[in-house]
């Protein structure tokens, strides 16, 4: 497994209540359907992760509900520079999925920006959501 962008900035300065919290508001975003999946040109991994595990929306919430503040890795500041000031949030989770009729247990990547709407209240945007193709090593575990 090779390590993607080496030279990104991990932020480790969290608390375990920082990211119930984070994690609070994450999964109140997720269940009132204020989130989204990356699934464009860009997120083809995204794309094909879900197609080959057959990951339909119920799926996708019931794994993104499941996250614990000890699935948490790191936080890495946005690479794109109008969005520098966002802090994206890196977890990686174990399900069991159908990998076209055999079960596998699969660690998922997952990576969340959470922005905070005008209007109140925040909007989730899962930017990477796909099989964990490299080392992972968790901040609470």
């Not at 119930?20 to 794309?47: H, P, Q, T, W």
């Not at 990547?109 to 709407?117: A, G």
Request: proline content about 1%.
């Amino acid at each position: 497994m090779s390590s993607k962008n080496p030279n990104t900035h991990k932020i480790l300065d969290f608390s375990s209540d920082d990211i119930k919290n984070y994690l609070d508001m994450f999964r109140k975003c997720v269940l009132e359907g204020r989130y989204s999946i990356a699934k464009n040109e860009n997120r083809l991994e995204n794309m094909n992760f879900i197609e080959d595990y057959k990951v339909n929306s119920k799926r996708e919430k019931e794994i993104l509900l499941d996250l614990q503040y000890d699935d948490f890795c790191y936080a890495v500041k946005n690479e794109k520079i109008n969005y520098a000031h966002e802090i994206l949030y890196v977890f990686c989770k174990q399900h069991e999925l159908d990998f076209w009729g055999e079960l596998e247990n699969v660690d998922i990547y997952i990576k969340v920006n959470m922005i905070e709407l005008k209007s109140g209240g925040a909007r989730a945007f899962v930017v990477s959501f796909h099989k964990r193709n490299f080392e992972m090593t968790y901040l609470f575990r």
